[in-house]
């Protein structure tokens, strides 16, 4: 085959950045305009309690940086804690590890416990650890809801919950970067005191703002909080915010796409999104089942409904399943990451997608694998995933 284009549409099914729906190119198709005028806080304002709607918070604040989602985690915590405060944080993920690499870097101290990649946070190891922190040294909790990186979503609610059981002071704060506008999430129901997500994700936007949820605890924190910050300050965005403004220019076209992107959140409805990710992840792990492969995830409560990471047989090259679907088949799959690298390949399910397109990633996935020689029935995964989609339709006619 030549090297010319392959015609027809990039099937990305990565876990992000994810596809863009045709309504929010258009959205982010506006010229440059004056973001001090006095009409600009008509876009600006509505923003911020659509955005509590998704996170499901009655009393926190909602935060837009333009930034990525790693620039919301150095937001969260320099606007919170000082250098050398202790924190605890459960590694079993690229995603995770980088969260841990981030309060290093920045003078924490990081209580590391780490537990075994395709698992995710253990309450009752925290439980465990904050009751012999007599002293309430540890000053937060840094759980990730969904490890990207192996296809885990952790129980939220029991790490509250066991924080909550210690008796214990600590902010929990969430990575919710591959969950919120997916996944069912609850702010204020979960006790979370600082949620962060990125726009690039379930929020069906071009990667570049950082969305956070931060509560009334946190922000308190925030006022004897010693790290230095300037750039991720909650003060001068609170103040310009409450305006209908930004302390610095902001990313413009990303704010029209992402009232764009609420819009379509609140159309399809929030309980039916989730509902619509749940039946997507079904089929392709059907699927995998099928294929007689195994997700990396390790016991079916661990499971992801945006990503499933798949573990290719002894022998194999998940990147070179990688780089047949792209090259052969225009189907750009999630590559593993660390520790699974060259052990997995992922398929990300989350944002703008619907049955057919997933069956589209399913089958170039079973062709990428026939192609380097893994044994799998071909067709297998494809009827699977049918049978699947067939039997619990989201749409009836």
Same mark, same amino acid.
């Given at each position: 085959?030549? !090297? /010319?284009r392959?015609?027809? %549409? !990039?099937?990305?099914?990565?876990?992000?950045?994810t596809? &863009?729906p045709?309504?929010?190119?258009?959205?982010?198709?506006?010229?440059?305009?004056?973001?001090?005028?006095?009409?600009?806080?008509?876009?600006?304002?509505?923003?911020?309690?659509?955005?509590?709607?998704?996170?499901?918070?009655?009393?926190? @604040?909602?935060?837009?940086?333009?930034?990525?989602?790693t620039?919301?985690?150095?937001?969260?915590?320099?606007?919170?804690?000082?250098?050398?405060?202790?924190?605890?944080?459960?590694?079993?993920?690229q995603?995770?590890?980088?969260?841990?690499?981030?309060?290093q870097?920045?003078?924490?101290?990081?209580?590391?416990?780490?537990?075994?990649?395709?698992?995710?946070?253990?309450?009752? #190891?925290?439980?465990?650890?904050?009751?012999?922190d007599?002293?309430h040294?540890?000053?937060?909790?840094?759980? *990730?809801?969904?490890?990207?990186?192996?296809?885990?979503? /952790?129980?939220?609610? @029991?790490?509250?919950?066991?924080?909550?059981?210690?008796k214990?002071?600590?902010?929990?704060?969430?990575?919710?970067?591959?969950?919120?506008? /997916? #996944?069912?999430?609850?702010?204020?129901?979960?006790?979370?005191?600082?949620?962060?997500?990125?726009?690039?994700?379930?929020?069906? +936007?071009?990667?570049? &703002?950082?969305?956070?949820?931060? /509560?009334?605890?946190?922000?308190?924190?925030?006022?004897?909080?010693?790290?230095?910050? @300037?750039?991720?300050?909650?003060?001068?965005m609170?103040?310009?915010?409450?305006?209908?403004?930004?302390p610095?220019?902001?990313? +413009?076209?990303?704010?029209?796409? $992402?009232?764009?992107? $609420?819009?379509?959140?609140?159309?399809?409805?929030?309980?039916?999104?989730?509902?619509?990710?749940?039946? #997507?992840a079904?089929?392709?792990?059907?699927?995998?089942?099928?294929?007689?492969?195994?997700?990396?995830?390790?016991?079916?409560?661990?499971?992801?409904? *945006?990503?499933?990471?798949i573990?290719?047989?002894?022998?194999?090259?998940?990147?070179?399943?990688?780089?047949?679907?792209? %090259?052969?088949?225009?189907l750009a799959?999630?590559?593993? $990451?660390?520790?699974?690298?060259?052990?997995?390949?992922?398929?990300?399910? $989350?944002?703008?997608? !619907?049955?057919?397109?997933?069956?589209?990633?399913?089958?170039?996935?079973?062709?990428?694998? #026939?192609?380097?020689?893994?044994?799998?029935?071909?067709?297998?995964?494809?009827?699977?995933?049918?049978?699947v989609?067939? @039997? !619990?339709? &989201?749409?009836?006619?």
């Amino acid at each position: 085959m030549s !090297n /010319s284009r392959i015609p027809g %549409k !990039n099937f990305l099914f990565v876990p992000g950045p994810t596809n &863009l729906p045709d309504r929010v190119v258009r959205a982010m198709a506006v010229p440059s305009e004056d973001h001090r005028s006095p009409i600009f806080p008509d876009l600006v304002k509505p923003l911020f309690p659509a955005l509590k709607k998704v996170f499901k918070t009655e009393t926190g @604040a909602a935060f837009i940086f333009p930034a990525s989602g790693t620039g919301g985690w150095e937001a969260a915590i320099t606007n919170t804690l000082s250098p050398g405060d202790k924190v605890i944080a459960q590694r079993f993920g690229q995603f995770s590890h980088l969260w841990i690499d981030l309060c290093q870097r920045i003078g924490l101290d990081v209580i590391k416990q780490e537990r075994e990649w395709g698992t995710g946070n253990d309450p009752e #190891l925290i439980e465990e650890t904050l009751k012999a922190d007599k002293n309430h040294e540890i000053k937060a909790v840094l759980a *990730t809801h969904n490890e990207t990186a192996t296809g885990v979503t /952790s129980d939220i609610a @029991a790490v509250r919950k066991a924080i909550d059981a210690a008796k214990h002071p600590a902010l929990l704060f969430v990575d919710g970067v591959s969950s919120v506008g /997916s #996944l069912p999430f609850e702010m204020d129901a979960w006790g979370v005191d600082v949620i962060v997500s990125g726009s690039q994700k379930g929020f069906m +936007l071009p990667a570049g &703002l950082a969305l956070l949820g931060v /509560s009334e605890k946190a922000l308190k924190a925030g006022e004897t909080a010693q790290m230095r910050r @300037a750039y991720f300050e909650f003060k001068d965005m609170l103040n310009a915010n409450k305006q209908g403004y930004f302390p610095y220019t902001p990313a +413009l076209p990303l704010l029209y796409g $992402l009232k764009e992107s $609420l819009s379509i959140l609140f159309e399809e409805g929030l309980d039916q999104v989730y509902k619509r990710h749940h039946h #997507l992840a079904e089929g392709v792990r059907a699927a995998v089942a099928a294929w007689g492969l195994k997700p990396c995830a390790k016991e079916p409560k661990w499971n992801s409904d *945006t990503v499933t990471a798949i573990v290719v047989p002894e022998g194999f090259d998940a990147a070179k399943v990688i780089e047949i679907a792209y %090259k052969r088949y225009n189907l750009a799959l999630g590559a593993g $990451l660390s520790e699974v690298a060259g052990k997995v390949f992922r398929i990300g399910h $989350l944002g703008d997608l !619907n049955e057919l397109m997933v069956l589209g990633a399913v089958a170039g996935a079973e062709m990428a694998m #026939l192609d380097v020689g893994i044994p799998v029935t071909a067709g297998s995964g494809v009827a699977a995933a049918q049978a699947v989609y067939r @039997a !619990n339709p &989201l749409l009836t006619v």
